[in-house]
């Protein structure tokens, strides 16, 4: 331990000087090194900016620990709704995540190949059908932008003719999704989010009152929604007024 | 046994001592080499090699090919939807079998604090390989952080030369301690600290998915590396490269020096990255009169092209048995 020693001594030879440097400097560049990787998981711990995962993801803190930041589940995906976390968006540098305004999950892999791909288990592979995941909750957060309860139609590209979004019309083509703005809509009254739900039972149309001619609707989430966020990409409104609330659960909502 | 644990004490920071007792023909080699003749001799070999002085480039071009080949794979099978190695060189898919980088897996495994059974066939996959291949040879033949690194040392030695610079070594003990402050943050935090800095994670993600902001934190290591101190992230800080270094002392494939061709001229030294692997071409440092280079080794062949005078080369041990 005599260099420790060195380190307070005033009385030292060049050679031994130089030594002291040496340990201070190393020190000194190992802080450095421990405090940039602390800085880069502040963003995590100060949790930033939640995020919507992809299918089958595990607890938040479970799946953070868990992903080994490959985006193999990015690889496979046929709409890529998933891309990978930066530094400072406070969701993992590297760590998949999904923003269903610009492009969500339609499930058009049919299996979950997101899933299948994780060599981790931070999707959890029990999920093998699309039924099973649970991202959180579809949520009409602003009714008054709703066409449907306004009783309006829907007419041309849902998202405009410049949106990127791809979806899967299984009427088209089985296999291959093509851009939503490729597929115009003619809707007496607005049904999107209903129409295109790729969950059975998710989602349904209701009307306001009970008058036989009452036009204005109302969309009404169920619990097998899964929180993949296809009715909010859809939504012609802007902002959406239907969104995914990110993780939450059916008993959050206040339902059964 | 000795040999192992002095090998792993030099990859920890241990100062590479010279060894107490000498076999007896290192001995025999040494005395001849020490004599009046010996030194004769040596003087004119040194005098004779330095009149025909050709550098080859040969290890390291096929090493630079090596490393923008794997990591072209990767960005193609992505972009080119070839799907040959998919994911990053954190984990992947190799043709359908899992990949995963040693210390990466060993990172999760902390953090998620669960053994994943897919993680642990492809981190096996992988050990055997580079336990085949060399261990740390996963830094210099595929690591694309070493190819930057190599550019940023020929700047800093440019600088250098010129005299506005000068390198600041560090301590090799620090990589060791980082080592473990990582496993302990991975630990304790739950969450895999150190892929937030590592730049072979956020080098091989960039190629295939795109930049991202956590590059300026490699920029900002690179200038360290031109401006302050050579190599100094691969050679003191990288816990990466002391995991593959674990692998590489029980490997195999490594480079061997022989005592009798050398001239301890230290042209291996001065190019090699973890020149303290290579204290036994010092005179006097040889126990044997041929030796394996150690665990720190990245089996570059940096050494191999700057030694004139044939004194080391690949060796892959019971090879010449097999055949």
Redesign the interface.
């Known amino acids: 331990m005599s260099w420790l020693s060195d380190l307070f001594a005033s009385d030292l030879r060049p050679r031994q000087r130089e030594e002291r440097r040496?340990?201070l400097?190393?020190?000194a560049?190992?802080a450095f090194?421990?405090l940039?990787?602390?800085?880069?998981?502040l963003p995590?711990?100060m949790k930033w900016r939640e995020r919507l995962r992809p299918p089958g993801a595990l607890a938040e803190?479970?799946f953070?620990?868990?992903?080994?930041?490959?985006?193999?589940c990015?690889?496979?995906c046929p709409v890529k709704a998933i891309r990978?976390g930066?530094?400072?968006d406070g969701y993992?540098?590297?760590a998949p995540y999904i923003s269903p305004r610009g492009q969500a999950c339609d499930f058009s892999c049919d299996v979950v190949q997101c899933v299948l791909?994780c060599?981790?288990?931070a999707l959890a592979h029990e999920t093998t059908k699309k039924e099973q995941t649970r991202m959180g909750l579809a949520r009409l957060a602003a009714p008054q932008a709703c066409l449907a309860r306004q009783g309006k139609g829907f007419k041309g590209a849902a998202r405009g003719a410049a949106f990127a979004g791809k979806h899967r019309y299984a009427e088209i083509d089985r296999w291959r999704p093509i851009a939503i703005a490729d597929h115009p809509y003619d809707l007496e009254s607005c049904d999107l989010c209903v129409r295109e739900c790729p969950i059975t039972g998710a989602i349904s149309m209701q009307p306001l009152s009970a008058d036989p001619t009452e036009k204005r609707r109302t969309p009404v989430v169920h619990q097998a929604c899964v929180g993949c966020g296809l009715c909010e990409m859809m939504c012609p409104a802007e902002p959406a007024a239907i969104v995914v609330d990110i993780r939450a659960l059916w008993p959050d909502v206040g339902g059964a | 046994m000795s040999r192992l644990i002095e090998n792993f004490l030099i990859m920890f920071g241990k100062e590479p001592q010279k060894p107490a007792t000498l076999a007896p023909a290192a001995q025999a080699m040494v005395a001849e080499q020490g004599s009046k003749e010996g030194k004769a001799l040596r003087k004119r070999l040194i005098f004779d090699e330095r009149a025909h002085d050709a550098v080859s480039h040969r290890w390291r071009n096929w090493r630079w090919l090596s490393i923008v080949a794997v990591n072209l794979l990767f960005v193609v099978s992505?972009r080119a939807d070839v799907q040959l190695v998919?994911?990053?060189l954190?984990?992947?898919?190799f043709v359908g079998f899992?990949m995963?980088d040693l210390n990466?897996?060993l990172q999760?495994m902390l953090?998620?604090?669960?053994v994943?059974v897919?993680?642990l066939i492809?981190s096996g996959t992988v050990l055997v390989m580079w336990w085949l291949v060399g261990g740390r040879s996963f830094c210099a033949w595929v690591c694309p952080y070493h190819l930057l690194g190599e550019i940023a040392e020929m700047i800093h030695l440019a600088l250098a030369a010129k005299g506005w610079i000068k390198d600041?070594?560090?301590?090799r003990?620090?990589r060791t301690?980082?080592w473990f402050?990582?496993a302990g943050?991975a630990i304790v935090?739950?969450?895999?600290?150190?892929?937030?800095?590592s730049p072979v994670?956020?080098l091989s993600?960039a190629f295939?998915?795109g930049a991202?902001?956590?590059l300026?934190?490699v920029a900002l290591l690179l200038a360290i590396e031109v401006f302050y101190?050579r190599r100094?992230w691969c050679r003191?800080?990288c816990p990466i490269g002391m995991t593959y270094g674990f692998v590489g002392a029980f490997s195999p494939t490594r480079v061997v020096y022989r005592l009798e061709n050398c001239l301890h001229e230290g042209k291996c030294r001065d190019v090699c990255m973890v020149p303290h692997a290579l204290s036994m071409t010092k005179i006097g440092y040889a126990g044997d009169v041929k030796l394996p280079i150690g665990a720190d080794c990245t089996r570059c062949g940096m050494c191999i092209d700057a030694c004139p005078t044939g004194a080391l080369e690949f060796d892959i041990l019971g090879l010449d048995k097999l055949l």
Not at chain 1, 36 to 41: E, F, S, V
Not at chain 2, 189 to 197: A, K, L, N, Q
């Open positions: 040496r340990v400097r190393s020190a560049i190992g090194v421990v940039g990787a602390l800085g880069g998981y995590i711990v803190a479970e953070l620990s868990a992903c080994i930041k490959c985006g193999q990015l690889q496979v990978l930066d530094s400072l993992g540098l590297g791909a060599p981790t288990g | 992505f998919e994911g990053a954190t984990a992947s898919r899992h995963a990466s897996a999760v953090a998620y604090k669960h994943v897919n993680l492809g600041h070594p560090l301590h003990g620090v301690v980082l402050v990582f943050l935090t739950g969450y895999t600290v150190f892929e937030t800095i994670g956020i993600r295939t998915y991202s902001l956590a300026l934190w101190s100094f003191y800080i």
